[in-house]
């Protein structure tokens, strides 16, 4: 995550940035300390307060500005799987990567489960 060095380029505390998306100065330093992520509503409020984009400041992008999705062809997701996304972006990493590893599994098995 580039939390913090958006942060420093732009010369701002931890605490002027929570003002700014009403949170906490803690949870700003969590973020930046990868201990826990922001959720997607905080990620929509960071890349408009930076003026960048989500892929961005998570690191998927090296490219500053935004990038258009077009979700018309994207299947909706069930509120089960809403929810599901929102607990596992609240998952520090290594939880993400066991909770990943679980699900691989699973697929895996139900996969050879089919084919028997």
């Given amino acids: 995550m580039r939390l913090k060095e958006l942060r420093e380029e732009k010369n ?3 605490l ?9 100065q803690s949870n ?4 930046e ?5 922001p959720s997607s509503g905080f990620l929509i409020q960071l890349a ?3 003026g960048c984009s ?3 400041i998570v690191g998927l ?8 999705f077009d979700s018309s062809s994207a299947p909706a997701l069930t509120s089960e799987e809403n ?3 929102e607990d596992f972006r609240s998952l520090p990493r290594q939880e993400k990567a066991q909770a990943s590893e679980y699900v691989h599994y699973l697929a895996q098995r139900r996969g050879q489960a089919k084919k028997a």
């Fill in 12 to 14: 701002l505390s931890q």
């Fill in 83 to 85: 929810n599901l996304l």
């Fill in 54 to 56: 989500i892929d961005y």
């Fill in 33 to 37: 300390n990868e201990l826990n992520e």
């Fill in 61 to 68: 992008s090296d490219d500053f500005g935004n990038i258009t």
């Fill in 16 to 24: 002027e940035i929570a003002k700014a998306l009403n949170t906490s």
């Fill in 28 to 31: 700003i330093a969590r973020w």
């Fill in 48 to 50: 408009k307060y930076f």
